[in-house]
Structure formats: structure tokens, C-alpha cells
């Protein structure tokens, strides 16, 4: 059995309430030895933190989403500085910009974020990334941050961005798109990038693989994306489980 990392799962969602126990358990059976579960907004917290609370496999990280500017407060980011304080997560995330939102507020979002990093190079920790139609305008507060690397997760962008964000000292999530016959740009810059700065996730309950869509998604799921990555990378898959959990390790400090 191979240890593997789910660096990116909404376990804390309700789409796990009747089964989210059983789901660990055959993750522990499948050989995770670690799920990160990102905060999405404030008022989901105290589900997260208890989540997280019920088991060691689980890690929380805590921040606000780009996608839900409706539900974040101008008070949050003082909530957040004390959430971090209280509850010592191992990252800030999901945090990011995300112009493909139809109606999207680029002045509100950047914000939000800016501060967001801030307080990442305050306590010291790395972040996991939510960016779409925004990776220019990421890396360039990046470059002007302190913060410890990070993950960008489900990243699809170009190959001279991704050279950017590792000058930066950040990973590469890559989840179920990866399964997809159609998703050829994709493969191909996951085949090329440096297997040290790839982590493999699920962002479940979304994206599912191929062949599952329209199904709840879970990180039981990991073995399948390892898989596909080996695969596409021509190596051996206890090599694909061995660097990428390696890799989750160092950047989040884990045992």
C-alpha cells in the first residue's frame, strides 16, 4: 500500500454528512495518510474545525473563497487573524482571485486577497490557491509577498506561469480533470512539469473523473488520479504516491 495525500477535499460538506466516517475509513484502507480540507468562507469554520477534530488523517486550512464574496464580511479578515491564532491550521485557504465568475468584483476580490497573504506572511503559512482567468494578477502579489509557497489547486494554466509560481515555491494540484480524454493541454503540461512540484487532489465533492460524472465526488479517488498521472508520465506509480506525498510533507510541515 502506498501513502498517498488528498491535498484539496471539502470533507466538511454536508454531501458527506450521512457517510463521512465510513469514507475515512476507506481512505485509511486505500493508504491516505493525510486530507486537506480548505475553509471556504467564515460561517463554515466551526463545521470544518469539528470535522477535522474527528479524525488525524484530517487537517484543516482556513480562509475565504473567491467564489463566495456574498457571504464574506469586511469584519472576516480580523475573524481570520484570530481563527489562525486559535486554531494554528496548516495553511490559509482556499484564497485566490476568480474573474471567470460571471459579475465577478476584480477591486473586492483583490483585496480580500491581498489581505488574505498578508496574514499568510504573518503566521507564516503557505496557502492553497483558487485562481481562474487571474493567474497574472496572482503572481504579481505573489512577488511582492513573503509567504512560504503554497499549493495552486487545479491548475490548468501555461507552462511559463508555472515557472513563475515555482520561483515562488509553490506546487501543482491535479485532480479528476486530468482523466479526461479531451483534456490533452492539461495532460501534457502534467506529463512535463517537474514530478517535485505536483501534489495530487480531488476538490471533492467536485470533479469528478471520467466516467463518474455527475457523481458525488470523494478522496477515495486518489488511487485513480495517481494512476492516470503515472501513466501519462511514463513511471512507475509507487514513484507518482512516493514524490507528490513527499512533496505535501515538506510544504505543510507533516509528519
Known amino acids: 500500500m502506498m501513502p498517498l495525500i488528498d491535498s484539496h477535499c471539502h470533507l466538511d460538506f454536508s454531501h458527506f454528512d450521512d457517510d463521512r466516517d465510513a469514507v475515512i475509513e476507506r481512505c485509511i484502507q486505500l493508504g491516505l495518510t493525510r486530507i486537506i480540507v480548505p475553509g471556504v468562507s ?6 470544518l474545525i469539528a470535522c477535522c477534530d474527528q479524525s488525524p488523517l ?19 479578515i480580523a475573524a481570520l487573524k484570530l481563527a489562525l491564532e486559535q486554531h494554528q491550521p496548516i495553511a490559509v485557504g482556499e484564497i485566490g482571485l476568480d474573474f471567470f465568475v460571471p459579475g465577478h468584483d476584480k477591486k473586492a476580490q483583490t483585496a480580500l486577497f491581498a489581505a488574505q497573504i498578508e496574514l499568510a506572511e504573518q503566521f507564516n503559512l503557505p ?7 487571474a493567474h497574472d494578477e496572482v503572481l504579481k502579489i505573489l512577488r511582492q509577498s513573503s509567504v512560504p509557497g503554497g499549493i ?33 493541454k492539461l495532460q501534457r503540461l502534467f506529463s512535463e512539469l517537474p514530478l517535485t512540484a505536483i501534489v495530487l487532489e480531488t476538490d471533492a465533492p ?50
Open 152 to 184: 495552486v489547486h487545479a491548475f490548468n494554466g501555461s507552462m511559463q506561469q508555472a515557472e513563475h509560481y515555482m520561483k515562488q515555491g509553490f506546487l501543482f494540484g491535479v485532480g479528476g480533470a486530468l482523466t479526461y480524454p479531451r483534456a490533452q
Open 42 to 47: 467564515l460561517e463554515r469554520w466551526p463545521a
Open 127 to 133: 496557502v492553497i490557491l483558487h485562481v481562474r482567468k
Open 58 to 76: 484530517l487537517s484543516p486550512a482556513l480562509g475565504l473563497h473567491p467564489m463566495f464574496m456574498q457571504h464574506h464580511k469586511d469584519t472576516d
Open 206 to 255: 467536485d470533479m469528478p473523473l471520467a466516467g463518474h460524472q455527475g457523481e458525488r465526488n470523494a478522496p477515495t479517488m486518489i488511487p485513480q488520479i495517481m494512476e492516470k498521472l503515472a501513466e501519462l508520465r511514463g513511471v512507475d506509480s509507487k514513484e507518482v504516491a512516493s514524490v507528490t506525498t513527499a512533496n505535501c510533507q515538506r510544504l505543510f510541515a507533516l509528519d
